[in-house]
């Protein structure tokens, strides 16, 4: 069977999508011809063909170059109504499988086609703003995407809408965003709850030698609190600021941030809060491949976000053997039983996350325990490998017309 999945966002990725796709690919069953349609972006020297496993098993077919702005998609959804039907007369696809709220293949579907398609809901753009709103902060915390969000909000509201009636074949990440959906859009013709998924063999424990190879400015730093995400407002970092200036008046802890985005308004955040330079890393964007050597370096993660679907830095942590703090928002309370396999905060809360944290901190037979309860937990429920086989069995659905 061939399938093709259509994301603007590929390797390297920037976010959860890239990343989902990227774990589906990789872990089809043998009998699936896998093509990614994508966008080209190569950055920091990861390049597209840098991933063994995953792109020695596709076909990858890009139509322009990628740009982490908030219009990138339009260039795509443009691009790929040009060239699908070319796309499709050459390779036959017998499943086209899109993710929302990209929308990449938004014009497709307007203007119809007749390749069975499904489509992967991660995120509403409704939920996007509601957890910007959330976060409460000036315009100079909010990054240009999340304006454009705001700006555009009417706009992008009705091409969701537009586009969501036209999917008849979904799948959904979490419980959570299946209920926001059906409340806001009505129940789908067929759907299906399907978990994002992390490969278990690749994010695991490592030993702290090998891992300070990849990140040697890590090097001496003990009780790192370890965030990993988008620097926006959503993400909650000014929960995790205000937290972590608590957490250095009692104890000797570093923050170590990760990801894509401006880090300015953050860094005059953290001085505004009194957290000295010597307190905190950021290392900007880390290449994918990098990543496993990351959270072993970490003694806990935390993502305090106001608003979160199915996210894969806390399955990556789990799978690393980390003891994860997170807010109690979206379908994080589905990955995490509370003081199990994780700890859970009500979102916007510092001095809960800064306790919870220096909880863990300070005890680290606890955090050991549920760092291994976490493991299992991403083993038995969340792997990339029983994602992909669940996922394969709905493209022979929709395929052989059964959905």
């Not at 139509?63 to 990138?72: E, I, M, P, S």
Request: charged share 25%; with cysteine; aromatic share 8%.
């Amino acid at each position: 069977m061939k399938v093709a999945i259509i994301t603007p966002e590929f390797l390297p990725n920037w976010g959860g999508i890239g990343t989902y796709a990227a774990q589906l690919a990789k872990h089809l069953p043998d009998d699936f011809e896998v093509h990614i349609i994508s966008l080209s972006r190569d950055k920091k020297g990861e390049k597209q063909e840098s991933l063994p496993g995953i792109t020695d098993r596709i076909t990858l077919h890009t139509l322009g170059k990628a740009r982490d702005t908030f219009l990138y998609n339009s260039q795509f959804q443009v691009n790929l109504l040009r060239d699908f039907k070319s796309l499709q007369a050459k390779h036959g696809f017998d499943v086209l499988h899109a993710n929302h709220a990209q929308m990449p293949d938004l014009f497709l579907k307007l203007f119809r086609h007749d390749v069975p398609s499904i489509t992967t809901v991660h995120t509403t753009i409704i939920s996007q703003r509601a957890g910007t709103k959330r976060a409460d902060l000036g315009l100079r915390h909010v990054e240009r995407s999340e304006k454009m969000t705001y700006l555009l909000f009417p706009a992008l509201s009705m091409a969701e809408r537009a586009y969501l009636r036209r999917c008849r074949n979904i799948i959904f990440v979490s419980r959570y965003i299946r209920d926001l959906f059906e409340a806001t859009f009505g129940p789908p013709e067929h759907s299906r709850i399907i978990h994002n998924g992390v490969d278990t063999s690749v994010f695991r424990p490592r030993a702290r030698e090998e891992c300070l190879e990849h990140f040697p400015a890590l090097d001496g730093l003990d009780n790192v609190i370890l965030f990993s995400g988008r620097m926006i407002a959503l993400k909650g970092l000014d929960t995790a600021i205000a937290a972590f200036s608590r957490i250095i008046r009692e104890f000797d802890a570093h923050l170590v941030m990760a990801g894509v985005g401006n880090f300015d308004p953050w860094r005059r955040m953290l001085q505004d809060n009194g957290v000295p330079e010597s307190r905190y890393v950021f290392l900007e964007q880390v290449p994918y491949q990098e990543m496993p050597y990351l959270y072993p370096l970490a003694s806990t993660f935390m993502l305090p976000s106001y608003s979160e679907s199915f996210p894969m830095t806390i399955l990556e942590a789990m799978s690393s053997g980390l003891a994860v703090v997170a807010s109690r928002v979206g379908g994080i309370p589905e990955m995490i039983s509370d003081q199990r396999d994780g700890c859970l905060f009500e979102p916007g809360n510092p001095l809960a996350l800064a306790e919870a944290l220096t909880r863990l901190l300070s005890d680290r037979a606890t955090a050991e325990r549920i760092g291994k309860n976490a493991r299992t937990r991403a083993m038995d429920e969340f792997s990339a490998v029983k994602m992909a086989a669940t996922t394969s069995e709905v493209y022979r659905e929709v395929a052989g017309g059964s959905a």
